[in-house]
């Protein structure tokens, strides 16, 4: 990668592995400002489920892309990509490191490798589109692109399945037709120099972080900030509402499951989802992994090599 890139360096890993305390840690021993890449970090009044950091934390440490939008505002790929580079621009201009902490790793890859290559297969929205497939048939399926995207629909044909479902599929993550990308994608590049951290934990100690986390999470208040939400009028379907944590809470508050039950699913859930992150997060060859605490200054001293300092 070329030197004249700016540099941006990436925290990576499954939920609940310690991705922001070991981006505090380098934000107060290196420097950084802090750009949060987590799709429900974004959500406003979503505090304790989502592992935000505490006030004091984001008041003491520059943090950016916390608390941007309201629960009931549609926000995706395309438009953190886009807020991202308007806050990385600015701190370039300022000289700052810029420290990326990436919960979701969607918006990492958007970010790093544009929108077309960042965008991984959605299998719930695929499955949906099947269904939907199979209840109406393909030109149900065709004019849904013909309403979002009527340049692509122009350009695949209506029997061409696989290529409606990706340029709908691109479409439902993005915000932004896949016509436009691919017109945007042809003269686009590489923009930053990336460092990318990955935390490598054994599962079996995860499982029991991931317990431990839900039952302070409980503790400080999970369930009456569900309950707050509600009070606000924020309704349970909404996109935020339906995330883990959040929704289980939701059907425990409905009379549909106990609390002893909300809390297995969510363990249960949270574990499935950090299985899911790792098989894809070992894909990207380019994260360099690193096991925590033992290997902070591993850590350290390879980010000073990347910094040239």
Same mark, same amino acid.
């Given at each position: ?36 890449a987590d799709s429900l970090q974004i959500y406003k009044h979503f505090d ?9 934390? !984001? ?9 941007? %939008? ?16 308007? $806050? ?11 420290? %990326? $902490?990436?919960?979701?790793? !969607? =918006? ?33 399926? =065709? ?7 009527? /340049? ?14 990706? @340029?709908?599929? %691109? ?9 436009q990308l691919q017109k945007e994608h042809s003269f686009s590049e590489k ?14 100690? !995860? ?17 009456? /900030? ?7 009028? =924020? ?12 929704? /289980? ?12 039950? @909300?809390? /297995? ?33 591993? $850590?350290?001293?390879? !980010? ?6």
């Open positions: 990668m070329s030197c004249d890139l700016p540099k941006l360096v990436i925290i990576l890993g499954p939920t609940a592995c310690g991705k922001s305390e070991l981006a505090i840690k380098l934000a107060v021993d290196i420097g950084f400002e802090i750009i949060s304790i489920g989502t592992a935000k950091p505490a006030v004091q934390t !984001l008041s003491s440490i520059p943090h950016h892309l916390i608390d941007i %939008v309201e629960p009931d505002c549609e926000y995706n790929a395309g438009l953190f990509r886009k807020n991202a580079i308007q $806050v990385i621009d600015i701190l370039l201009t300022k000289n700052k490191k810029i420290l %990326v $902490v990436g919960g979701t790793y !969607l =918006y990492v890859r958007v970010l790093t490798e544009g929108l077309i290559e960042g965008v991984e297969p959605d299998s719930n929205y695929r499955e949906q589109l099947k269904t939907e497939r199979y209840l109406y048939g393909n030109q149900y399926i =065709y004019k849904q692109l013909i309403r979002c995207d009527p /340049e692509s629909a122009t350009n695949i044909a209506e029997n061409d399945y696989v290529r409606l479902e990706r @340029a709908l599929e %691109v479409y439902h993550l993005t915000g932004i037709k896949m016509s923009r930053y120099d990336v460092f990318k951290i990955g935390i490598d934990i054994e599962r079996e100690i !995860l499982k029991n972080i991931i317990e431990i986390r839900l039952d302070k999470m409980l503790k400080d208040g999970f369930t009456d /900030e569900v309950i707050k939400l509600r009070d606000m009028g =924020y309704d349970k379907t909404l996109k935020p509402m339906q995330s883990i944590g959040y929704k /289980e809470i939701n059907d425990y508050l409905d009379g549909l499951i106990s609390f002893e039950t @909300a809390k /297995e699913k969510i363990i249960i859930n949270t574990r499935r989802l950090a299985k899911r992150q790792m098989t894809w997060l070992r894909r990207d060859k380019d994260i360099r992994w690193y096991e925590l605490p033992d290997a902070y200054a591993s $850590v350290v001293n390879d !980010l000073k090599q990347f910094y040239q300092v």
